[in-house]
């Protein structure tokens, strides 16, 4: 599937319907939440065989929450979605008040840890070593 920008009126996907962002988004144009990268982890909250009801919900938070069942950046959600990052982070942000999705920073970045020069300088050596 094309991005909805892509398509011209005499497209193949003329048929189609395709809904601006800004309608998505209920006329929000900044998320709620100011913690949201592109690497913040998503997770759906709800196990992984449960399926709680999506009354009230859009397509979009639907695909959201299909796509966090496992562990997953941000920014690979909204490349999942075919929408702009800052619209998926107002849906996000939507899901997270719900109480539908957890977010978190990388586990690197969450323990405060920095590089690990052994790590790199092994990395290097194997490299060297090809």
Not at 40 to 47: E, G, I, K, P, Y
Not at 70 to 97: F, M, Q
């Amino acid at each position: 599937m094309s991005h909805w920008a892509d398509a011209a009126p005499d497209d193949e996907y003329a048929e189609q319907s395709f809904v601006r962002p800004y309608t998505i988004t209920q006329g929000r144009t900044t998320s709620a939440r100011d913690d949201l990268t592109l690497i913040t982890v998503l997770t759906t909250v709800d196990a992984p065989g449960e399926e709680p009801p999506a009354r009230g919900l859009q397509p979009e938070h639907r695909l959201i929450l299909q796509q966090c069942r496992t562990p997953v950046a941000l920014a690979e959600v909204a490349a999942g979605l075919n929408l702009p990052v800052a619209v998926t982070k107002i849906l996000v942000s939507d899901l997270i008040t719900l109480g539908r999705v957890t977010a978190r920073a990388p586990l690197a970045v969450a323990a405060g840890q920095g590089l690990d020069m052994t790590l790199l300088q092994a990395v290097k050596d194997g490299l060297l070593r090809l």
